[in-house]
């Protein structure tokens, strides 16, 4: 199994500053033949279902703000929140669907300082 | 707009079986590798399992041996159950699918159901 490892677990970050989010995978989710990195980031706040993010490491699904972006490779990956903003609030999670089981980080919990 | 929705009991007795159901709207039930996640109070998430239109499975080796999923595409749902359950299954249970025009990325989400195991 992929062990997806996140840091930190929480963090408080100043409204209109930048948050980063890290993500480590137990071994590459980098394809080799699509040069694709299997990995999505969702967003989850209290009452309402996660929210995909972002999926191969890097691309915002439709809707998302520009401020959330995602980077990295192989096996160490970043979701960035440009200018957090008071609804960004939230549990953040990453997920592989290199192989399965399809595993989640453990979440890092943002909120504003 | 493919919208889901759980429903199943809220309370399980230990040793029993938890059983919900999913209800697909808007799309077709054949767009999609539907799966079960779920979320115990203060962890994270944990993929349950997936199931596609024509029946076939994949279950999270942690819970393959208490979990069954099944599909009904004539009613557009689909269902898990898992057996034997203890306190450790109460969380909150999703309904996610994974769209085959994507490769394992869950998008949609269905709200999201309490399932509590106590006696």
């Known amino acids: 199994d992929i062990v997806m490892t996140q840091s930190p677990e929480s963090l408080a970050v100043s409204l209109g500053e930048r948050a980063t989010i890290n993500c480590k995978s137990s071994q590459s989710v980098l394809y080799s033949s699509n040069n694709k990195n299997y990995l999505a980031w969702y967003q989850l706040k209290p009452g309402q279902p996660p929210k995909l993010l972002i999926f191969w490491a890097s691309t915002r699904e439709s809707g998302v703000p520009d401020r959330f972006s995602g980077s990295g490779s192989g096996t160490d990956f970043t979701l960035t929140i440009s200018s957090l903003q008071a609804e960004d609030v939230a549990v953040y999670y990453c997920q592989q669907y290199y192989s399965s089981p399809y595993n989640f980080g453990q979440g890092t919990k943002l909120e504003i300082k | 707009q493919v919208q889901l929705q759980e429903s199943g009991p809220g309370l399980v007795k230990p040793s029993e079986i938890l059983s919900l159901t999913c209800i697909v709207s808007?799309?077709?039930?054949?767009?999609?590798?539907w799966s079960w996640i779920r979320q115990s109070p203060g962890k994270g998430l944990e993929w349950i399992g997936y199931?596609?239109?024509?029946?076939?499975?994949n279950y999270n080796p942690s819970l393959k041996s208490r979990v069954t999923m099944s599909i009904d595409t004539s009613k557009n749902q689909f269902s898990l159950r898992v057996s034997s359950v203890t306190a450790a299954d109460t969380a909150v249970y999703y309904c996610a699918g994974i769209p085959l025009s994507g490769n394992g990325w869950f998008d949609p989400w269905g709200q999201g159901t309490v399932v509590t195991v106590s006696s």
């Open positions: 199931i596609y239109y024509s029946g076939s499975t």
């Open positions: 808007g799309g077709s039930i054949s767009n999609y590798y």
